[in-house]
């Protein structure tokens, strides 16, 4: 609430100027050593792979680490949504956006395009123009529509380290843009 917020202004400030209040501090932590071990994994399939993570996978992982480590209690500890928030508050983790990578500059595109265009135009202009529709006449004309259709990973956000580059790895380049299209012949 705003008010709690007007109250607390002081103890903002002084924790600003003593350095007391930290980004990824939070209540004590059960198992340590474990989310040490999930936070490396975390930074290899995330900087190093560049593979999508969501809270269900931090869950899942961390369970099988607690399997795998059997420490006192386990048993009973619940990876929760909350256990999830306070280990990416802990850990600096936020939910961000794919950067976008471009592999080929669009100065080494360009001299294809307008080739591209040119041939197209030739084309156009060698084919003969119907009297009543132009120079399409209804033999050739077509409807056609486009659905977008990704074929590469399920999304474009995932949990990130903060300050790292959020890239995520995709099996070939622009598999994200492509797109089905229909051609309906009637």
């Not at 903002?12 to 004590?28: E, H, M, N, V, Y």
Request: proline share 5%; hydrophobic share 35%; charged share 25%.
């Amino acid at each position: 609430m705003v008010t709690r917020w007007y109250e607390k202004t002081q103890t903002f400030q002084d924790a600003k100027t003593t350095k007391q209040l930290k980004i990824g501090t939070g209540r004590r932590v059960t198992y340590d050593l474990e989310e040490q071990m999930l936070f490396d994994a975390v930074f290899v399939r995330r900087q190093l792979l560049g593979l999508w993570i969501d809270r269900y996978w931090l869950q899942d992982e961390f369970y099988e680490i607690l399997t795998m480590t059997q420490p006192e209690g386990w048993k009973d500890f619940k990876c929760s949504n909350g256990w999830v928030s306070g280990f990416c508050r802990r850990y600096c983790i936020t939910q961000q956006a794919r950067s976008n990578k471009k592999d080929v500059p669009a100065a080494v595109k360009e001299p294809l395009i307008r080739s591209f265009h040119r041939q197209m135009l030739e084309l156009q202009r060698s084919v003969r123009s119907d009297p009543l529709y132009g120079r399409f006449s209804p033999l050739r004309m077509f409807h056609a529509d486009q659905s977008p259709c990704e074929w590469a990973m399920p999304g474009k956000r995932t949990l990130n380290i903060q300050g790292t580059p959020c890239w995520m790895w995709q099996p070939s380049t622009g598999l994200d843009k492509r797109f089905i299209t229909f051609h309906l012949c009637i």
